[in-house]
């Protein structure tokens, strides 16, 4: 089920929320349009044991297995302005998976956070609208993407002790920069029994 369908302006239903909602969003023709705000983001810090969850997330609550798939675009500006889809028990325990503007140039890059964050860049991909995808088979997930939205990659595979029901949905961020403009095309869940994670169902 595409989570947007019927959406029209700043009216929300089908289950979605937001965590940190945005002054700057609507739902159009082309999905749902975020405009992050400034010093946004969701990480937390390593080594200076910063925790940072401030950047919007619009999410469904979500029990048991699922595949949720997005397509993403984004205006970057500064580094590590991104669009993602995130699925999240609370703010120590969650997972990302994003299309940044990281150093080498545009990229698909992961983080898992248990208390503390990863960073994990895994491939520069330049200015495109790529397909993101989370797989989730119990305490297994699988984070893939895709150019075409048919050959997908598999970015990672992984465990993490959550609870059944977590939200899952899409994140729009701009760490150091002014703003990030970011559009989600849809955001397709299907919550249905996942036999791997590391997987994709035939």
Same mark, same amino acid.
């Given at each position: /089920?595409?989570?947007?369908?019927? /959406?029209?302006?700043?009216?929300?239903?089908?289950? $979605? @929320?937001?965590?940190?909602?945005?002054?700057?969003?609507?739902?159009?023709?082309?999905?749902?349009?975020? #405009?992050?705000?400034?010093?946004?983001?969701?990480? #937390?810090?390593?080594?200076?044991?910063?925790? @940072?969850?401030?950047?919007?997330?619009?999410?469904?609550?979500?029990?048991? *297995?699922?595949? $949720?798939?997005?397509? !993403? *675009?984004?205006?970057? $500006?500064?580094?590590?302005?991104?669009?993602?889809?995130?699925?999240?028990?609370?703010?120590?325990?969650?997972?990302?998976?994003?299309?940044? #503007?990281?150093?080498?140039?545009?990229?698909?890059?992961?983080?898992?956070?248990?208390?503390?964050?990863? *960073?994990?860049?895994?491939?520069?991909?330049?200015?495109?609208?790529?397909?993101?995808?989370? $797989?989730?088979?119990? #305490?297994?997930?699988?984070?893939?993407?895709?150019?075409?939205?048919?050959?997908?990659?598999?970015?990672? @595979?992984?465990?993490?002790?959550?609870?059944?029901? !977590?939200? %899952?949905?899409?994140?729009?961020? %701009?760490?150091?920069?002014?703003?990030?403009?970011?559009?989600?095309?849809? /955001?397709?869940?299907? !919550?249905?029994?996942?036999?791997?994670?590391?997987?994709?169902?035939?």
């Amino acid at each position: /089920m595409n989570m947007f369908q019927g /959406m029209e302006g700043k009216s929300l239903g089908n289950g $979605l @929320y937001w965590l940190n909602e945005p002054q700057e969003w609507r739902f159009g023709p082309e999905g749902l349009l975020v #405009n992050a705000p400034p010093s946004t983001n969701f990480f #937390n810090d390593p080594e200076s044991a910063g925790v @940072y969850v401030s950047a919007p997330f619009l999410y469904a609550e979500v029990k048991g *297995d699922f595949d $949720l798939t997005t397509r !993403v *675009d984004i205006r970057m $500006l500064k580094w590590f302005d991104a669009g993602c889809l995130l699925v999240m028990a609370d703010s120590a325990n969650w997972a990302k998976l994003c299309y940044e #503007n990281w150093k080498t140039g545009p990229s698909i890059v992961s983080v898992v956070t248990r208390t503390v964050s990863d *960073d994990c860049p895994s491939h520069v991909i330049g200015q495109a609208k790529p397909y993101l995808r989370i $797989l989730r088979s119990g #305490n297994c997930f699988g984070f893939y993407s895709s150019l075409d939205g048919s050959s997908w990659t598999q970015i990672r @595979y992984f465990s993490m002790d959550v609870p059944e029901k !977590v939200k %899952a949905g899409v994140l729009a961020q %701009a760490p150091i920069g002014a703003s990030c403009r970011v559009s989600f095309e849809y /955001m397709r869940l299907e !919550v249905k029994p996942i036999k791997s994670a590391k997987v994709l169902p035939g």
